[in-house]
């Protein structure tokens, strides 16, 4: 073969190389823009990243309204405005709580687990926002989801330094609350023992203290 002949066969197939290089590239570059199709996660995964279950069967897993804050749109039943469900609970120490024992102070109800990282998160603030807003009427209420032992739970949060009530929770309060699907999820009370603000899996700690604002200006 003439050496032109070789340069030619070189230079086609260098070009090639570079179309090819360049096809895959593109391909590349539109599938890292691309979401992937993945299967829904399982409702324990749901629960565990704070993500709305994705079960149509639900009542509570409505379809979002055009409020991504409202809470047909994090997957909770809307209880805004109405008085909180009641319930009598156990906490880690043994002692029988109702919710009727804080009729006119501004609560939180926080549904956490101690495997639920969001929820370790956010402990630390709880612990903050009771420290600071105690004196104004103002308490958390931690509902633990845990099955294991209320041993485990009250070793988990003496470690933490929680130092608000910590309850266990029963199917009759889960049921009572529209069914907890995913946590955190923690429900704002005001002095009159209605729910002001629902929030679904993690929020800001600044968004945190806004709803305790709020709820400690109702009424007062």
Not at 70 to 91: E, N, V
Not at 113 to 137: N, R, V
Request: proline fraction near 6%; charge should be neutral; charged fraction near 20%.
């Amino acid at each position: 073969m003439k050496r032109s002949a070789i340069v030619v066969v070189v230079l086609i197939a260098g070009m090639t190389a570079m179309i090819w290089s360049g096809v895959m590239a593109y391909r590349m570059r539109k599938a890292l823009h691309t979401p992937p199709t993945m299967q829904s996660p399982s409702p324990e995964l749901r629960k565990f990243l704070g993500a709305p279950s994705a079960d149509s069967g639900n009542p509570n897993a409505a379809a979002a309204s055009s409020d991504e804050n409202s809470p047909s749109a994090q997957g909770l039943p809307d209880f805004r405005d109405k008085p909180a469900p009641a319930f009598t609970l156990k906490t880690v120490d043994g002692k029988t709580v109702s919710l009727s024992d804080y009729k006119g102070k501004a609560v939180l109800l926080n549904f956490w687990a101690t495997w639920c990282s969001p929820c370790k998160l956010e402990m630390p603030w709880l612990i903050d926002m009771q420290k600071k807003y105690a004196s104004q009427g103002f308490t958390v209420l931690g509902i633990s989801e845990d099955d294991g032992s209320t041993k485990e739970v009250g070793d988990f949060t003496a470690k933490m330094g929680v130092d608000y009530p910590v309850l266990m929770y029963n199917d009759q309060m889960n049921k009572a609350y529209g069914g907890i699907d995913y946590l955190p999820t923690s429900f704002y009370l005001d002095r009159d023992g209605k729910v002001i603000v629902e929030s679904g899996g993690l929020i800001s700690e600044s968004e945190m203290e806004a709803n305790i604002q709020k709820i400690l200006a109702k009424g007062a």
